[in-house]
Nanobody
């Protein structure tokens, strides 16, 4: 059974850091790009970052560039999102999702499997 399970969310003060993990199972992990999306209350789902199947290409939305770093360990079927310099506007539910190809896309419709999400709350 294909699964994506996020962990690592929590409550931090502005300027703090969190490291999210996305553990995958049930498919050949190294064949697919993985994205991190986030959704704040009352807002649409926004792509924050993506990593290609090999890890050679990463992409970020402008609002997180220089603060977030996405990485993956294909031997452990896990993708990470290191978030530094967190801001209150980063508060959201964070989801990892499998892209249905090896390369990234910013469009959430191009992702076919999603985790249940992990909550990140940044206090001011």
């Amino acid at each position: 059974q294909l699964q994506l399970v996020e962990s690592g969310g929590g409550l931090v003060h502005a300027g703090g850091s969190l490291r999210l993990s996305c553990a995958a199972s049930g498919f050949t992990f190294g064949y697919y790009a993985i994205g991190w999306f986030r959704q704040a209350p009352g807002k649409g789902r926004e792509g924050s970052s993506c990593i290609s199947s090999s890890g050679s290409t990463t992409k970020y939305v402008d609002s997180v560039k220089g603060r977030f770093t996405i990485s993956r360990d294909n031997a452990k079927n896990t993708v990470f999102l290191q978030m530094n310099g967190l801001k209150p506007e980063d508060t959201a539910m964070y989801y990892c999702a499998r892209r249905n190809q090896a390369y990234c896309s910013s469009q959430y419709v191009n992702y076919d499997y999603w985790g249940q999400g992990t909550q990140v709350t940044v206090s001011s």
